[in-house]
């Protein structure tokens, strides 16, 4: 079945760059959309963007200035960069797969974990 | 945009039925019928349970429904089970083509 693993470094400084990837093993990235959430320690799910295989994008008005997604068919991978960030952006990063362009995730990946500290 | 209303906690007894609520505005869950409803362990990963508002992805107990009334939005959890005690949050697509989370409710089996 569809697998989705998260990769990328556990500790970001401040105002540098979160570059996130997750590779989608099982099954195709082609028809389907690909969501990132996040949730911060203890608290819950904050919904960060879509994209479609197709390279369509569509990203949370409050981080929208910040977030940039982009997917490689060739490689069925998926990438999230948040540049500037700051504490507040530490969180596990999870990639999911969406049925259509509506919220309903119906594959998760583990999650990854980024702290932003100096 | 603002993160979907749900209460912060919910309990029950065993073999009881709980509802929880997700309240949002004629802009997200009232202008829509696509709700979905996660499940999340603590320390692990959500599990959609209802989408599009009160259907079941294959696999999901029948013991879990969804509704909606105006912008509000209604988890029911009958005879509920130890394994029920989750942290749960539902989600609405919205005016502005975009996904927003509530706040999450917490499901404590007494």
């Known amino acids: 079945q569809v697998q989705l693993q998260e990769s990328g470094p556990g500790l970001v400084k401040p105002s540098e760059t979160l570059s996130l990837t997750c590779t989608v093993s099982?099954?195709?990235?082609?028809?389907?959309?690909w969501s990132w959430i996040r949730q911060p320690p203890g608290k819950g799910l904050e919904w960060i963007g879509y994209?479609?295989?197709?390279?369509?994008?569509n990203y949370n008005p409050s981080l929208k200035n910040r977030v940039t997604m982009s997917v490689d068919t060739s490689k069925n991978q998926l990438s999230l960069k948040l540049s500037s960030v700051t504490a507040a952006d530490t969180a596990v990063y999870y990639c999911?797969?969406?049925?259509?362009?509506?919220?309903?995730?119906?594959?998760w990946g583990k999650g990854t974990t980024v702290t932003v500290s100096s | 945009q603002s993160a979907l209303t749900q209460p912060a906690s919910v309990s029950g007894s065993p073999g009881q039925s709980i509802t929880i609520s997700c309240t949002g505005t004629?802009?997200?869950?009232?202008?829509?019928?696509?709700v979905s409803w996660y499940q999340q362990h603590p320390g692990k990963v959500p599990k959609l349970m209802i989408y599009?508002?009160?259907d079941r992805p294959s696999g999901v107990s029948n013991r879990f429904s969804g509704s909606k009334s105006g912008n509000t939005a209604s988890l029911t959890i009958s005879g509920l089970q130890a394994d029920d005690e989750a942290d749960y949050y539902c989600?609405?697509?919205?005016?502005?083509?975009?996904?927003?989370f509530g706040t999450g409710t917490k499901v404590t089996v007494l």
């Open positions: 989600t609405s697509y919205t005016s502005s083509t975009t996904y927003v």
């Open positions: 004629s802009s997200d869950v009232g202008g829509y019928n696509y």
């Open positions: 099982g099954g195709p990235i082609t028809t389907y959309y």
């Open positions: 599009g508002v009160s």
């Open positions: 999911a797969r969406a049925l259509g362009s509506l919220p309903y995730m119906d594959v």
């Open positions: 994209i479609y295989y197709s390279g369509t994008t």
